[in-house]
């Protein structure tokens, strides 16, 4: 059961004059370092940060106030941390041990999780800010290449780039460090498959998968060999003119070895 002065804290928030947010009143996020993925810079109205970053949410000074909290919806509403002087901070349980309330400037920090993606308000009896969009995406992990690693001139192949963790936003590949182009000989599915149409020796190199969304960019490389008919061909009639060698020999040895029946010592 809720703590009466939670209750009491909830009523009076929600009874509070809606009247749309005070004028100058907004929240600026921004993510905090160290965060390899997503963008320091502080924001307005909307950030993009990563899953396991630190973001900071921030208003600008408030005048005195009784009760103050912050909000969040995606679909559903609840309050993620409440505040009244001289009553503990009470943070909603999904927050707990991954939040920090500063109960001076009412500023709060989130260690984010998928699941945090949606909008953001801070709100007291008097005034509220105005929604804030906060993006959560999961940087992407090293794709792989999946494919044959030779094939023979002429014929025809496939590169298949996946990714295991995160969604990539864009594909693009490149050959010895080179963007490749679209043509009737280099097709590309979705832009996550390649396929080589009759491919030749110039063919021979290495292919790399670059995949990137709003928070990361990573890439893999793949070596391909063409192999040319005569590389195919020589070998199989070695090898034959070895086994028909081989044959000749063991017959060889075995007349040889054949007991006389003519009466010949």
Not at 54 to 63: A, D, G, Q, S
Not at 221 to 245: T, Y
Request: glycine share 6%; proline share 5%; with cysteine.
């Amino acid at each position: 059961m809720l703590p009466v002065f939670l209750l009491l804290l909830l009523l009076l928030l929600l009874l509070a004059p809606p009247g749309s947010s005070a004028a100058g009143l907004g929240i600026t996020a921004r993510t905090l370092s160290p965060c390899y993925s997503a963008d320091l810079r502080p924001a307005s109205e909307r950030l993009v940060s990563a899953v396991g970053c630190t973001v900071l949410l921030t208003i600008p000074p408030l005048k005195a106030s009784k009760a103050v909290a912050w909000e969040y919806k995606t679909g559903l509403w609840e309050v993620i941390v409440s505040y009244a002087p001289d009553r503990p901070t009470n943070t909603s349980r999904p927050y707990e041990n991954r939040t920090r309330f500063n109960e001076t400037d009412f500023s709060l920090q989130i260690v984010l999780q998928r699941e945090d993606d949606g909008w953001y308000r801070f709100r007291s009896e008097s005034e509220a800010t105005d929604w804030f969009q906060l993006r959560v995406v999961e940087p992407l992990s090293e794709p792989e290449i999946v494919g044959n690693s030779s094939v023979k001139a002429g014929g025809n192949t496939k590169l298949v780039c996946n990714v295991l963790e995160g969604k990539a936003d864009l594909y693009w590949w490149k050959k010895n460090g080179e963007l490749l182009l679209g043509s009737d000989h280099i097709q590309f599915v979705d832009n996550t498959t390649l396929c080589i149409v009759k491919a030749s020796m110039n063919d021979s190199g290495y292919y790399a998968c670059v995949v990137r969304n709003e928070v990361s960019q990573n890439e893999t490389s793949f070596l391909l060999h063409v192999q040319n008919a005569a590389n195919v061909v020589l070998p199989m009639i070695l090898a034959c003119v070895i086994v028909g060698s081989l044959a000749g020999v063991f017959v060889w040895c075995r007349t040889r070895d054949r007991p006389c029946h003519n009466g010949c010592r």
